[in-house]
T-cell receptor, first 111, second 120 residues
Framework: KQEVTQIPAALSVPEGENLVLNCSFT??????LQWFRQDPGKGLTSLLL?????REQTSGRLNASLDKSSGRSTLYIAASQPGDSATYLC??????????FGSGTKLNVKP | GAVVSQHPSWVICKSGTSVKIECRSL??????MFWYRQFPKQSLMLMAT?????????EQGVEKDKFLINHASLTLSTLTVTSAHPEDSSFYIC????????????????FGPGTRLTVL
């Protein structure tokens, strides 16, 4: 069964720092990998989706990479802002359309 | 992107009552929908796969008689929590798979905003 792990569980940084969130998964037979943002008590906001054949995706200050063979993905956030404070979830989708979520990284960006 | 809605967004009920949660795909048809739940400070866990016109498929450890799923149309799936108890209090999120959603080329799956259930 697919297991998704995210490190670190929590991260606190001053505004303006560049940071990296890590995600690892145990089964490399994935359809795609997606990074989400979740604000307290809210649903999911999709940030980046990487297909299994892709190596990375970029959107604004966000860049996500995927190394399927090693079972790893990273989310890079450049020039962090207080508004980036949220929990970031990594999820892998298998070939049966099921998502497996990591436990998340809770990010706090201090002004 | 495509939109998935959930209703209600939050509900409070007494122990022993049943609660129905709706998941709708607003601008696309979804033959398959998925139901997840998220306990406080935990990640999302898949509960079941809802298939239009057939029985839902439940993940291991999820009681199918307690969590009734109906997917009667291509745009609506419902989750009914029967005889709810305080331990059922959770955040329930659905997602829907679209092959023909607007502006998508990758068979993207879209998530609803979630329903917070509190059982007293």
């Amino acid at each position: 069964k697919q297991e998704v792990t995210q490190i670190p569980a929590a991260l606190s940084v001053p505004e303006g720092e560049n940071l990296v969130l890590n995600c690892s998964f145990t089964d490399s037979a994935i359809y795609n990998l997606q990074w989400f943002r979740q604000d307290p008590g809210k649903g999911l906001t999709s940030l980046l989706l990487i297909q299994s054949s892709q190596r990375e995706q970029t959107s604004g200050r966000l860049n996500a990479s995927l190394d399927k063979s090693s079972g790893r993905s990273t989310l890079y956030i450049a020039a962090s802002q207080p508004g980036d404070s949220a929990t970031y979830l990594c999820a892998v989708r298998d070939n049966f359309n099921k998502f497996y979520f990591g436990s998340g990284t809770k990010l706090n960006v201090k002004p | 992107g495509a939109v998935v809605s959930q209703h209600p967004s939050w509900v409070i009920c007494k122990s022993g009552t049943s609660v129905k949660i709706e998941c709708r795909s607003l601008d696309f048809q979804a033959t398959t929908m998925f139901w997840y739940r998220q306990f406080p400070k935990q990640s999302l866990m898949l509960m079941a796969t809802s298939n239009e016109g057939s029985k839902a498929t439940y993940e291991q450890g999820v009681e199918k008689d307690k969590f009734l799923i109906n997917h009667a149309s291509l745009t609506l799936s419902t989750l009914t929590v029967t005889s709810a108890h305080p331990e059922d209090s959770s955040f329930y999120i659905c997602s829907a798979n679209s092959l023909a959603a607007l502006q998508t080329t990758y068979n993207e799956q879209f998530f609803g905003p979630g329903t917070r259930l509190t059982v007293l």
